[in-house]
Each structure stands twice: as structure tokens, then as C-alpha cells.
């Protein structure tokens, strides 16, 4: 689980330019088994919601599309602000607010059962 409002932005554009940082392509449009050609509406993918991601970069969808792209592409060659790859990376990343939002989501009151 990620707290959109502060990681999702890094973490996107760190999920993209793995094949990049890993030297297996250039470019991330260049990789096959990546989802970020379907960010840029060149290939379909019926699994995939893009929207909400989209939407951040702006209004029009061809306005978002090439911001998203340069978002991305500005990333090559820069490390992450975020250190993903630390082994003792929390399985949620949060700020302190998610965290007690989440914890709230997922009380169980002794007093209910499961039927």
C-alpha cells in the first residue's frame, strides 16, 4: 500500500525506469514488459487504471500524457528520493497521518463476529 499523497509520484516513476536503471533499455517505452505505454495511451491494457495517475498532470489528457512522459523521462539518470531497494523497506509506505487513518481502517471491534 502506498500513501498516494506523498509517494506515488516517486514510485511510479521509479516502477518505470527500473528497465533503464538496470541498463536492459535506454528508454522506458523501450522495454516490453512495461506498463508505460499504456500511460501514454500507445497500447491498451484492460487491467490497468490510469486515469487517477493522469489526471495530476493535468486536465486534457494529451496535456497529461506529455507531462506524465516528461515527469518520467526527467528521471533517467537521477537517483531516486526514495530508497526502494532498502532491506528494511516498511511494507507500507506512509507518512503519520496514513499510518493512523490505516490502522483505523482495520480495528475489529471484539464484541462483532464473523459469521
Keep these: 500500500m502506498v500513501d498516494e499523497n506523498v509517494y506515488v509520484m516517486e514510485f511510479i516513476r521509479y516502477i518505470h525506469l527500473n528497465p533503464v536503471r538496470a541498463r536492459l533499455e535506454d528508454n522506458p517505452i523501450d522495454y516490453h514488459w512495461s506498463s508505460y505505454k499504456a500511460y501514454l495511451k500507445l497500447v491498451g491494457c484492460s487491467f490497468?487504471?490510469?486515469?487517477?495517475?493522469?489526471?495530476?498532470?493535468?486536465?486534457?489528457?494529451?496535456?497529461?500524457?506529455?507531462?506524465?512522459?516528461?515527469?518520467?523521462?526527467?528521471?533517467?539518470?537521477?537517483?531516486?528520493?526514495?530508497n526502494f531497494k532498502k532491506e528494511e523497506f516498511d511494507i507500507v509506505i506512509e507518512d503519520e497521518v496514513f499510518t493512523e487513518e490505516l490502522i483505523q481502517g482495520f480495528i475489529i471491534d471484539p464484541k462483532k463476529t464473523f459469521s
Design 48 to 82: 490497468l487504471t490510469i486515469n487517477d495517475l493522469l489526471l495530476r498532470f493535468q486536465n486534457s489528457w494529451k496535456e497529461a500524457i506529455k507531462n506524465y512522459e516528461d515527469y518520467i523521462l526527467k528521471g533517467i539518470g537521477v537517483k531516486s528520493v526514495l
